[in-house]
């Protein structure tokens, strides 16, 4: 919150007590000129002849807090308030204990002030900031009401009446005084006035002046950081995520920040970038059990139940009395199959202690499960009648009545979970299990299929979609998702993870890196036949320069047979480590079928060109067969502009911006392309085309 610089005011009841000429009046004036050295000097000499000199004794209080020597100041005011109580000694006293975070002692101070003196404007300013922290609006009113009139017009004071108007739903009156205080738009006003409205809960509002911050200063972190938190309380997402990102450039082992982030990232359902980030925040402030608590959360929601566990026990040693916590700590415990015993008895024990608790009955039903599912039925049901719309609950019974062989009773659960959920990926998952059992495979294929493009990592979703199309009669389609499905290994992909991930994740660069290598080599000698692993094994190579290795493994990604996804990807690694000419070669052997995928068609388009071949045919048959592909049209646009085709490169970046384009790579072109760049020399160069792929296809 907005404080007063109280430096002139400390100074006035300091001068009221001192006689001109003397040790006091001289330490009060090195004191304004910012000499506080000699100023303390003074004083402590002065005070050695003359214990007993309260206003001495005063100025060396407001000295040493002005040098931050809280510790040694204290017993300075003790020792004056011993020998008088004035007003002024009381003030300054209240905002030495305000300074060390004693508020509840420093309101007792500024009530006595008020009691001696019940115009003291700072003691009643004080008593007003004070009471709009501890959420008491009203009460902030009454003291600047006290005030007299010329004082209520006051910036400060403005800022804080302004406050307490929204807190108490004056919103007119707010408003108006916040467009007074706005008519300044500087960048330390706005900035201020952002600090203030957010303290007020008006965070859209916030985020307008934080934003006007950043455009003045676009390296200002505090700036950067609350847009970001205004953002994300104001329900704006994706723009809270872009400034704390920012924010994350300027201070990248800010563990506040990594924090906010990946609670952002969380709610974005970005479980991957978060856990990394917390992973990071923890290992920089180990000892903060809000970091443990979502850390433990968001690996548990990852399958890394193995990590959730050890992280709870973590955060409870913290935390010990968290009830909730070693709920979910048991929750995570029953799903690594080991020590299953102690976990039930510890959620038992919760649901008995805490019987309107849906929450704990579902998660006693998740670990009663796979050895009691019938009393598992019956503490889902009791889960649902305490919370009706809980989805979790939902998508367990209706996995316990599919394993019961009742299908048509899934369905219900499954349908509803899918409605309030439509784009998780297991949820899907199971509604098109389900509708496959059921003999509806023409129901199933479209809900797959968004499973899919939500999650194309999951293996489950792939055999299922796989055998919806193949009833169906689309035969080439399933047979590229068992391909797929081959891929990324099939069932084992679904093995629970294994403890070690936050371990792995808290390592430096170079050993993340270390283990990453070793990990992929171990998964390519133990299932050679899967290309995914053998794409990250080429990537690998070419990075430490094992041309001849790298080249009979792209050979090798030709004979298993990769879907598009697998082969884009591996012309990509080929495209970035310069080898243009191997990665044309590789997609040349590629199936038609393969080559009907527009992001494929595009990167063959691009390593044409790369190889010193004209692309312009390629690209106009992309832009025919997919007009509304927004990627298409970037890509061409970036080949132009390597060619020094400005004019060009910018009908096709307006065909991508016509499509409402949210592809990264948009605003390197525009960067590019921008009026202010035009009648400067233009880069003929192919390193414009390869700085934008990575943005181009993340």
Same mark, same amino acid.
């Given at each position: 919150m907005f404080r007063f610089a109280r430096v002139i005011g400390l100074l006035a009841c300091a001068f009221v007590t001192a006689t001109a000429h003397d040790p006091v009046s001289d330490a009060i004036a090195a004191l304004q000129r910012g000499d506080l050295s000699s100023a303390e000097r003074i004083l402590h000499s002065y005070i050695e002849d003359h214990p007993a000199d309260a206003a001495a004794l005063e100025v060396l209080g407001v000295v040493l807090d002005q040098e931050k020597k809280y510790s040694e100041a204290d017993p300075v005011y003790r020792r004056a308030l011993g020998l008088g109580r004035s007003p002024g000694l009381l003030n300054n006293y209240g905002n030495h204990l305000l300074s060390t975070g004693k508020v509840k002692e420093a309101r007792q101070a500024f009530l006595a002030v008020l009691a001696l003196d019940p115009t003291h404007a700072n003691a009643t300013i004080q008593l007003a900031r004070i009471a709009l922290e501890q959420k008491s609006p009203a009460q902030a009113i009454s003291y600047l009401d006290r005030l007299p009139a010329e004082q209520r017009d006051s910036q400060d004071v403005a800022f804080l009446r302004m406050q307490a108007d929204y807190a108490v739903g004056r919103m007119s009156e707010a408003d108006a005084m916040l467009k007074r205080l706005s008519a300044n738009d500087d960048p330390v006003q706005s900035f201020t006035l952002g600090k203030a409205v957010a303290a007020a809960g008006q965070y859209d509002k916030a985020e307008v002046f934080f934003e006007r911050t950043v455009r003045a200063e676009p390296d200002n972190f505090a700036a950067l950081y609350d847009l970001g938190l205004a953002a994300g309380h104001a329900g704006h997402n994706e723009r809270a995520r872009d400034a704390l990102q920012?924010?994350?450039?300027?201070?990248?082992?800010?563990?506040?920040?990594?924090?906010?982030?990946?609670?952002?990232?969380?709610?974005?359902?970005?479980?991957?970038?978060?856990?990394?980030?917390?992973?990071?925040?923890?290992?920089?402030?180990?000892?903060?059990?809000?970091?443990?608590?979502?850390?433990?959360?968001?690996?548990?929601?990852?399958?890394?139940?193995?990590?959730?566990? %050890?992280?709870?026990?973590?955060?409870?040693?913290?935390?010990?009395?968290?009830?909730?916590?070693?709920?979910?700590? *048991?929750?995570?415990?029953?799903?690594?199959?080991?020590?299953?015993?102690?976990?039930?008895? %510890?959620?038992?024990?919760?649901?008995?202690?805490?019987?309107?608790?849906?929450?704990?009955?579902?998660?006693?039903?998740?670990?009663?499960?796979?050895?009691?599912?019938?009393?598992?039925?019956?503490?889902? %049901?009791? *889960?649902?009648?305490?919370?009706?719309?809980?989805?979790?609950?939902?998508?367990?019974? !209706?996995?316990?009545?599919?394993?019961? !062989?009742?299908? %048509?009773?899934?369905?219900?659960?499954?349908?509803?979970a899918a409605q309030h959920e439509p784009t998780n990926a297991v949820i899907l998952d199971r509604l098109g299990e389900t509708y496959l059992a059921l003999g509806r495979p023409g129901d199933a294929v479209p809900v797959l299929q968004r499973a899919e493009a939500s999650d194309s990592k999951n293996p489950n979703v792939l055999l299922h979609l796989g055998r919806a199309l193949s009833k169906t009669g689309r035969l080439e389609e399933a047979a590229a998702a068992f391909a797929r499905y081959r891929d990324l290994g099939g069932a084992n992909a679904a093995l629970p993870h294994p403890p070690g991930l936050i371990d792995f994740l808290s390592l430096p660069p170079e050993e993340q890196q270390a283990r990453y290598r070793a990990g992929v080599e171990r998964t390519v000698a133990s299932n050679p036949d899967s290309a995914a692993a053998e794409v990250e094994y080429l990537g690998l190579l070419l990075k430490d320069g094992k041309a001849d290795e790298a080249q009979a493994v792209a050979r090798k990604l030709i004979s298993l047979k990769p879907d598009a996804a697998l082969l884009g990807?591996?012309?990509?690694?080929?495209?970035?480590?310069?080898?243009?000419?191997?990665?044309?070669?590789?997609?040349?052997q590629a199936s038609q079928g393969a080559m009907s995928d527009p992001q494929l068609a595009t990167i063959k388009a691009i390593a044409t060109d790369l190889t010193g071949q004209n692309s312009d045919t390629q690209f106009k048959e992309i832009e025919t067969r997919w007009? +509304?592909?927004?990627?298409?049209?970037?890509?061409?646009?970036?080949?132009?502009?390597?060619?020094?085709?400005?004019?060009?490169?910018?009908?096709?970046?307006?065909?991508?911006?016509?499509?409402?384009?949210?592809?990264?790579?948009?605003?390197?072109?525009?960067?590019?392309?921008?009026?202010?760049? +035009?009648?400067?020399?233009?880069?003929?160069?192919?390193?414009?085309?390869?700085? !934008?792929?990575?943005?181009?296809?993340p």
């Open positions: 920012k924010a994350l450039e300027k201070q990248p082992d800010n563990p506040n920040v990594l924090y906010d982030l990946a609670a952002t990232d969380v709610i974005l359902h970005d479980r991957v970038t978060a856990l990394a980030l917390l992973a990071r925040a923890r290992h920089l402030a180990p000892n903060r059990p809000e970091i443990d608590l979502l850390l433990a959360r968001t690996a548990g929601d990852l399958g890394y139940f193995g990590d959730a566990v %050890e992280t709870w026990d973590a955060y409870l040693k913290l935390i010990p009395n968290d009830e909730i916590a070693r709920r979910e700590r *048991a929750f995570a415990q029953s799903a690594t199959d080991e020590n299953v015993e102690p976990a039930l008895a %510890e959620l038992q024990s919760f649901v008995r202690h805490h019987p309107t608790d849906a929450n704990g009955y579902y998660e006693l039903a998740m670990a009663e499960s796979p050895s009691n599912p019938d009393q598992a039925l019956k503490d889902i %049901e009791r *889960a649902l009648a305490l919370k009706p719309n809980l989805i979790p609950a939902h998508v367990t019974r !209706g996995l316990l009545r599919y394993r019961q !062989g009742k299908p %048509e009773a899934a369905l219900r659960d499954f349908e509803f990807k591996a012309a990509l690694v080929l495209i970035r480590s310069q080898r243009a000419a191997e990665a044309l070669q590789l997609l040349d007009p +509304k592909w927004d990627a298409g049209w970037i890509a061409h646009a970036l080949v132009l502009l390597s060619r020094g085709q400005r004019g060009a490169a910018q009908h096709d970046f307006d065909n991508a911006l016509a499509l409402d384009t949210r592809n990264h790579a948009a605003d390197y072109l525009a960067a590019y392309l921008s009026p202010s760049k +035009k009648d400067q020399p233009q880069v003929v160069s192919p390193e414009v085309l390869l700085a !934008g792929l990575p943005l181009l296809f």
